[in-house]
C-alpha cells in the first residue's frame, strides 16, 4: 500500500521568506498525490493535487508543488509566506490502482515569524 | 460552492456509550469515506462506503463501528461503545469517483470532535 513520509515535524519561517515543506511518498506506480493544509479546528483544505502531466503544479494562495519521480518527492512551495500560512500541512497520496483511500503524512506544523 | 458538512461540531460522551456522527456528502457525488485524526497526530483512513456498502475499511474500523447511509443525503459513523482511545476529529469525505478515475479528489467536512470521558 501507498505510504508518505514528511520529515519535517515543525518549521518555522519569517514573513516574505520563502517556504519548502518535505513530502516523500511510497508506491509502486505513479500515485496521486496531494498537498492539504489545516488550520487550528479547522477541517483540511486542498491545496493543490498531482494526477499526470506538468510535473509542477499551482494550488490555491501562491503555492506550487513539483512532483520528482526519481527522488519519490512532492514537496510544497511558496516564494513569500504571509502570517495567514502558519497552519498544519499535510501530504497525502492516492493509489492508481486498488484501493480508494488516501494515505496522509504525519504533518507540518509552519510556524511564521513577524 | 458545494461542500461536505459534518453535525455535530463537538460530541461529548461517557466511555461505552454509542455514538452517531453525521455527515451530509456532496449531492452528486457516489463515495463516502471516514477519516479519524487523534489530536496530534496523522490523519487516519477509517472507511470508505459506495452502492450502499462498504468498499475498503483499515484495520482500525473493528466491530465496534459501522456505517450507514440511512438516507439519499446523510452519511453515518456509529461508535457501539466508545473507549477512551476514540476521542478524536472525525472527518467525513466524498468524491465523485473511485480514486482510480483520473484521481478523483476526496472533499472533506469541518470535522466532528468526539470526546470521550
Known amino acids: 500500500a501507498q505510504s508518505v513520509t514528511q520529515p519535517d515535524i515543525h518549521i518555522t519561517v519569517s514573513e516574505g521568506a520563502s517556504l519548502e515543506l518535505r513530502c516523500n511518498y511510497s508506491?509502486?506506480?505513479?500515485?496521486?498525490l496531494f498537498w492539504y493544509v489545516q488550520s487550528p479546528g479547522q477541517g483540511l483544505q486542498l491545496l493543490l493535487k498531482y494526477f499526470s502531466g506538468d510535473t509542477l503544479v499551482q494550488g490555491i494562495k501562491g503555492f506550487e508543488a513539483e512532483f520528482k519521480r526519481s527522488q519519490s518527492s512532492f514537496n510544497l512551495r511558496k516564494p513569500s509566506v504571509h502570517w495567514s500560512d502558519a497552519a498544519e500541512y499535510f501530504c497525502?497520496?492516492?493509489?492508481?490502482?486498488?484501493?480508494?483511500?488516501?494515505?496522509f503524512g504525519a504533518g507540518t506544523r509552519l510556524t511564521v515569524k513577524p | 460552492e458545494p461542500e461536505v458538512t459534518q453535525t455535530p461540531s463537538h460530541q461529548v460522551t461517557q466511555m461505552g456509550q454509542e455514538v452517531i456522527l453525521r455527515c451530509v456528502p456532496i449531492s452528486n457525488h457516489l463515495y463516502f469515506y471516514w477519516y479519524r485524526q487523534i489530536l496530534g497526530q496523522k490523519v487516519e483512513f477509517l472507511v470508505s462506503?459506495?452502492?450502499?456498502?462498504?468498499?475498503?475499511k483499515s484495520e482500525i474500523f473493528d466491530d465496534q463501528f459501522s456505517v450507514e447511509r440511512p438516507d439519499g443525503s446523510n452519511f453515518t459513523l456509529k461508535i457501539r461503545s466508545t473507549k477512551l482511545e476514540d476521542s478524536a476529529m472525525y472527518f467525513c469525505?466524498?468524491?465523485?469517483?473511485?480514486?482510480?478515475?483520473?484521481?478523483?479528489?476526496?472533499?472533506f467536512g469541518p470535522g466532528t470532535r468526539l470526546t470521550v470521558l
Open positions: 508506491y509502486g506506480a505513479t500515485p496521486y
Open positions: 469525505a466524498s468524491s465523485v469517483e473511485h480514486m482510480g478515475q483520473g484521481g478523483n479528489e476526496q472533499f
Open positions: 497525502a497520496v492516492g493509489a492508481q490502482y486498488g484501493n480508494n483511500d488516501m494515505r
Open positions: 462506503f459506495y452502492n450502499n456498502e462498504i468498499s475498503e
